[in-house]
């Protein structure tokens, strides 16, 4: 920071005070020669014009900052008659002309500024070459020196608080789009959040109404297949708490360094879920196209829950069996369900809750899915999720593989 800073608090919190300061002084200095009665050598003594002069001087810096050009305007034409009577030049009433003139470029636009100090240099130009008689007299000269030097100081403080205060807006603003983005941020990662416990839920407690009602059913004639479907619905309620435990584990520890063990759900894993959804009775016809191959995590998990999720519906709206088809082509990954109902779901007209979660899942990225049933009665989910490309040739090799 340039200088003392108790200048600029002064001014910002008493500007009234430190205008009183300095109309004071300069009134002062000026009418210091009419009480001591002492003047210059060669000039003239001091006169009751003086007093007048420093009066004026006096109220119009006192008031300069509630209107500048009009004290700007009081003070030349103060000059002006101050001069015209005395004959003689008046010093305080120019360098109370020079600065208000001040004043003005500083609040002022650019434009008033510029004309301001014109203006005023001109007539204190004029002012001083009438009172002397000369137009090339230093003394004239130096009013416009002055006036000039004056407008200039304004004119850069004027536009050093103008960058000072588009650089605190822009912070401002900066902050308050740092805060925006956060906000944002957090909305969607509560939507993620959402809708992993929702694919977590549903799946699992599906395939827990399922085997409860195996059970119940079994419980008496078949008791053995009844203790079966329980180690089933044991084994969904632990495998649903662990992931539960997993996604709450990120919040509760967001700040700390360790992080979950647990590896994020994936193709991966795909055949650990056809395992339980075929143990839960769902038949499933699985059938891979293309080579599997490394996708981005986003994709992989997206992809694991469509499956999970597509499969899931089919075990409660379907007839008990379901085709999957896995399909890995080099742009894409297609993902295919089909499956015959015997209740129409609130999905297939898209108001499912669990179709929603798939289709942004999808759309996070950068895919498509497409439901609906079909007049034979069959579900159709096709998912695509786009992936990274794959070269002609190693795409041909890895379809003769798969056949």
């Not at 004026?56 to 006192?62: G, K, T, Y």
């Not at 090339?136 to 407008?151: C, E, F, K, N, Q």
């Not at 986003?298 to 399909?327: F, M, P």
């Not at 082509?329 to 179709?355: C, F, K, Y």
Request: glycine share 8%; proline share 5%; charged share 20%.
């Amino acid at each position: 920071m340039i200088g003392p800073a108790w200048p600029r608090q002064l001014n910002r919190n008493h500007p009234h005070l430190l205008d009183a300061a300095l109309a004071t002084l300069v009134a002062g200095v000026g009418a210091l020669p009419l009480v001591l009665r002492f003047g210059p050598d060669d000039g003239p003594e001091p006169t009751g014009a003086d007093a007048v002069a420093a009066g004026i001087a006096f109220v119009l810096l006192l008031t300069r900052r509630r209107a500048p050009l009009t004290v700007l305007a009081l003070a030349v034409l103060s000059l002006i008659v101050v001069t015209a009577t005395s004959g003689d030049k008046t010093p305080i009433l120019e360098v109370t002309a020079i600065i208000t003139l001040y004043t003005v470029t500083r609040t002022a636009s650019r434009r008033v500024g510029v004309i301001a100090a014109l203006g005023t240099a001109a007539s204190l130009y004029t002012i001083d070459a009438a009172a002397i008689g000369s137009l090339t007299d230093p003394g004239s000269l130096g009013a416009i020196a002055w006036t000039g030097m004056a407008a200039s100081i304004g004119g850069a403080v004027r536009t050093w608080r103008d960058y000072l205060a588009a650089t605190e807006e822009r912070a401002i603003r900066a902050e308050a789009t740092k805060e925006e983005e956060a906000r944002r941020r957090v909305a969607e990662e509560r939507l993620r959040i959402a809708r992993e416990l929702h694919d977590v839920i549903a799946h699992h407690i599906a395939l827990i109404n399922v085997q409860a009602g195996v059970a119940s059913h079994m419980l008496r004639s078949q008791p053995d297949q009844a203790d079966e479907a329980l180690g089933h619905i044991r084994e969904a309620g632990r495998t649903v708490l662990d992931e539960l435990g997993s996604l709450l584990y990120v919040l509760r520890q967001s700040g700390e360094v360790v992080q979950p063990t647990e590896p994020v759900p994936g193709l991966s894993r795909l055949g650990h879920l056809l395992e339980t959804l075929t143990a839960a009775g769902l038949r499933i016809q699985h059938r891979q196209v293309g080579q599997s191959r490394p996708v981005p995590l986003a994709t992989d998990l997206a992809a694991y829950r469509i499956i999970q999720e597509g499969l899931t519906n089919a075990h409660k709206h379907g007839a008990g069996a379901a085709r999957l088809l896995v399909d890995y082509r080099p742009d894409a990954l297609r993902i295919e369900v089909r499956n015959a109902v015997h209740t129409r779901p609130s999905a297939a007209a898209g108001t499912g809750n669990g179709l929603t979660g798939m289709r942004e899942r999808a759309h996070a990225v950068g895919g498509s899915l497409h439901a609906a049933l079909e007049p034979d009665g069959t579900f159709h989910l096709d998912a695509r999720l786009p992936l990274p490309d794959l070269p002609a040739e190693r795409h041909a090799a890895a379809m003769e593989t798969t056949g």
